[in-house]
């Protein structure tokens, strides 16, 4: 089971990247798949996160509107939009997979990516 994230750089505020996520050894439609972040001096958070049939969806009050999850699972990604950038979402991005829904807590998921640094400049 791996996952691999990439896809993150330096950006100016304002600005939009997606990161990608590459799922090999799962069934990543049949799992539920969240990203995470952590910034210097904090606690992982959870970004956004999407239940096994994409019904069921999270996402964290500061990037509500801005960040968009999503999954291609005939290419085995994942991926999360973000749009409109700001300096405070400069942190270490995980993905994540688990069986089941667990929303944005991090204990519930069982397989994550090495991380992929995001810098937002203001």
């Known amino acids: 089971v791996q996952l691999q994230a990439f896809g993150g750089g330096l950006v100016q505020s304002g600005g939009s990247l997606r990161l990608s996520c590459a799922a090999s050894g799962f069934a990543l439609d049949r799992s539920a798949i969240g990203w995470f972040r952590q910034a210097p001096g904090r606690e992982r958070e959870g970004v956004a996160c999407?239940?096994?049939?994409?019904?069921?969806?999270y996402y964290g009050d500061s990037v509500t509107g801005r960040f968009t999850i999503s999954r291609d699972n005939a290419k085995h990604t994942m991926y999360l939009q973000m749009n409109n950038l700001k300096p405070e979402d400069t942190a270490v991005y995980y993905c994540?997979?688990?069986?089941?829904?667990?929303?944005?807590?991090?204990?519930?998921?069982?397989?994550w990516g090495q991380g992929t640094q995001v810098t937002v400049s203001s």
């Open positions: 994540a997979s688990g069986p089941r829904w667990s929303g944005s807590y991090s204990g519930g998921y069982y397989y």
């Open positions: 999407i239940g096994k049939g994409d019904g069921t969806t």
